[in-house]
Each structure stands twice: as C-alpha cells, then as structure tokens.
C-alpha cells in the first residue's frame, strides 16, 4: 500500500535554530514529491521534487530528495516565529495518485 | 483510524451530467475542507465547514458547485452541470479546530474526468 509518513509529528524550537523535516514514502512508480505549508486554512506550495540530489532552495528554505532511499528533507535556516505552521508532504504517482502525509507542525518561540 | 474516507476514488463522466463526491471525515473532527487539485493550479481550497456549518465557500469556482454538511460524518460536493475543466482530483481534509493552526488530515482523493 502507498504511503508517505512524515516525522517529527511536532516540533517545537527556539527562534533562529535550524530545523529539519523529513518525508519517507513508499509509493509504486513514483513522479514527484511536494512540500506545502499550511498556516490558516490553505496550504500552499513551496517545492515540486523530481531528480535526487538536487538542491532546491527559496530564501531560507531549502529542500532534496533522494530517491534511492525514497525520502526528502526540508531545512528551514534561521527559523524565525513566521516559519511556524504544518508543513504537509504529499507524493505524486504516475498513475496520477496524490497521497499526503500526515504533517509535521512546527512552532518558533520568539 | 480509518483516515479520511472519500468515495468514489474514480468517476469519468460526460458533459452535463451531475456528479457527486462523497466525503466522510476523522470521527471527532469539526473542521471539514474540499479542495481541488490541477496541474495548472495545484491545490485549491474551495469550501470549508466548521461545526458542519459553511464558513468561507469563496473557492467555490460557480454556482454549479454546491457541498453539503448534513452531519458531522458526511459531507458532499455536488456539480451540476458538470464540465470538461472540472476535471481534477477534488480532495477533502478534516481537522480538529482547537484555536490555532489545525493539522488537516487528508483522504485519499477522489479523481474525477468529465469528457
């Protein structure tokens, strides 16, 4: 069966520290992977992921993949209270599937 | 925990014809999302319901869109007439709202072509 699990479920850290989340999936034929964040109701886009090892990177976020172990990372630098949200994986198939993942909630403390 | 459970998860249809998208969310859960995926958009929200009641439906594209939220365990998505730029992946999320940012839960989705 088709999944994609996030981790961590929650985080919690200090302003201006690093984080990192991750999103491992296991899904039949595989075309891309997506980041979202959702701060009120919609998420919205940040990365469309389709080649391993190639960075790609908005302003302090930054996010890979790597599809020989079948996961991605997002990094966020220098968090500040802003970046606090769900942050939503989501893998598309080519079989035109779409299955998201469970979120990890992020919370900067000024 | 059965998840979000959303049915049909294929439905092709003509032109003109009603099409309903069924949608049973997280038993506990009070927030209710319907969103639509495409290609040239990527993932819209059309409506959303807080204690079955419609709260912002400002996503919904026209008025051949309507959802429903008889109960807090079904809600419904209805086009009528349907058309070929309907087609997408229409998926529905459920949430508990506790006065901050909600973790939305999402269903498997529900494809729908309309030739």
């Known amino acids: 069966e088709d999944k994609v699990v996030q981790s961590p479920l929650s985080l919690v850290v200090h302003e201006g520290d690093t984080v990192t989340l991750n999103c491992s999936y296991e899904?039949?034929?595989?075309?891309?992977l997506l980041w979202y964040k959702q701060e009120k109701k919609a998420p919205t886009f940040l990365f469309m992921l389709?080649?391993?090892?190639i960075e790609k990177k908005s302003g302090r976020l930054s996010s890979i993949l790597d599809k020989k172990e079948l996961f991605s990372i997002l990094n966020i630098t220098a968090t500040q209270t802003g970046d606090s949200a769900v942050y939503l994986c989501?893998?598309?198939?080519?079989?035109?599937?779409?299955?998201f993942g469970k979120g990890t909630r992020l919370h900067i403390l000024p | 925990d059965a998840g979000v459970i959303q049915s049909p998860r294929h439905e092709v249809t003509e032109m003109g014809q009603e099409v309903t998208l069924r949608c049973k969310p997280i038993s506990g859960h009070n927030s209710l999302f319907w969103y639509r995926q495409t290609m040239m958009r990527g993932l819209e929200l059309l409506i959303y319901f807080n204690n079955n009641v419609p709260i912002d439906d400002s996503g919904m594209p026209e008025d051949r869109f309507s959802a429903k939220m008889p109960n807090a365990s079904f809600s419904t998505l209805k086009i009528q007439p349907s058309e070929p730029r309907d087609s997408a992946v229409y998926f529905c999320?459920?949430?508990?709202?506790?006065?901050?940012?909600?973790?939305?839960?999402f269903g498997p989705g529900t494809r729908l072509t309309v030739l």
């Open positions: 999320a459920s949430s508990f709202w506790s006065g901050s940012t909600d973790t939305q839960y």
């Open positions: 989501a893998v598309e198939s080519r079989d035109d599937k779409i299955i």
């Open positions: 389709t080649s391993s090892g």
């Open positions: 899904v039949t034929n595989f075309r891309s």
